[in-house]
């Protein structure tokens, strides 16, 4: 696939990136608590529907600065044979086809499970504002919980993270998923 030339019509017709000025105030100050736990309700329905197709049960929800939702998808690795398809990456990949831009700036990633590194350097990348993650994850976690990536005062972009909303569900699915599989 060919992109389009600048200042050729399709290049016009795409979504301008969106500038920190631009932002709403809402964005800017954080998504409410409620919002949180609504978002992270839907990322653990997200969860479960990848356990049910035998992908370890993590679900994304990636918000825009308007509140809304920009993509939603669940793990996927295995039946894509792709590594990569981590549910925080097909979210990431989806929302930037939608809005025809690969940054993404004040979005809010809500995700069950603590990000690993790939996709901690994924949400730096696509200039993700925050993250509200629901459990940690003591073996990869890359947002506190083995190293931190996302806080690290070395890179361009920084991402805010919030840790453990509905952390006892989301632990729950991925400790029953794993004691039935060992």
């Not at 409410?32 to 993590?58: C, F």
């Not at 459990?135 to 690290?152: N, Q």
């Not at 840790?163 to 029953?176: D, F, I, K, M, W």
């Amino acid at each position: 696939m060919t992109r389009p030339r600048r200042g050729s019509n399709e290049t016009a017709n795409r979504q301008r990136p969106v500038e920190q000025d631009d932002l709403p105030e809402r964005a800017v100050k954080g998504i409410e608590a409620e919002d949180d736990l609504r978002h992270m309700t839907r990322a653990l329905e997200l969860a479960r529907q990848a356990q049910e197709q035998g992908e370890v049960p993590v679900g994304a929800v990636l918000v825009g600065p308007e509140g809304d939702v920009l993509a939603e998808c669940g793990n996927a690795p295995i039946a894509s044979d792709d590594a990569t398809a981590h549910a925080e990456i097909r979210a990431l990949r989806e929302a930037g086809r939608a809005v025809g831009n690969y940054r993404l700036p004040g979005t809010t990633m809500y995700v069950t499970l603590e990000p690993c590194p790939m996709c901690a350097g994924a949400l730096l990348q696509a200039r993700v504002a925050r993250l509200v993650f629901g459990a940690p994850d003591p073996r990869t976690g890359a947002c506190g919980s083995v190293i931190d990536l996302l806080r690290d005062n070395s890179w361009n972009h920084r991402v805010d993270v919030e840790g453990g909303v509905l952390s006892e569900e989301c632990a729950t699915l991925l400790r029953e998923f794993f004691a039935v599989r060992r």
